[in-house]
């Protein structure tokens, strides 16, 4: 049961927060917005306070990544692909890049794949 409640949740945090000008803002600059979310979570750790539940974690992390895999698919066209100059970089350069980022991401989420099991699944959320 905590599964569906932590959906409705996060759903009106995400929603909520994206309404304001500072949910507008960081969306402009995803990069920034992951590195300092990885710097709190770093820090918070670091102090070693309290975490959450698993069940909570777990849920939000699911919600998370399917968030951020919808949100990479809206912005992500390949039909402005053809018109930019940098097209063939960004191909040969980003494509795999992105691989192995999304392969990382299901590592941390899913540690007992092993890495080309999570490299694999990283490709098919890609």
């Avoid at 590195?35 to 539940?53: D, M, N, W």
């Avoid at 699911?62 to 191909?91: D, E």
């Amino acid at each position: 049961m905590t599964g569906p409640i932590t959906a409705v949740f996060f759903f009106i945090a995400f929603v909520s927060l994206a309404a304001t000008r500072l949910g507008r803002k960081a969306a402009s600059a995803p990069a920034l917005l992951l590195i300092a979310s990885a710097a709190i979570s770093l820090l918070y750790r670091a102090v070693e306070l309290p975490t959450a539940p698993d069940d909570f974690v777990v849920s939000g992390a699911k919600i998370g990544l399917g968030a951020l895999v919808f949100a990479a698919a809206i912005q992500f066209r390949i039909s402005q692909l053809s018109r930019t100059p940098a097209a063939m970089r960004l191909a040969l350069g980003g494509a795999p890049l992105f691989v192995l980022l999304c392969g990382a991401a299901a590592y941390f989420l899913l540690p007992q794949l092993g890495f080309a099991g999570a490299l694999l699944l990283g490709g098919a959320l890609m």
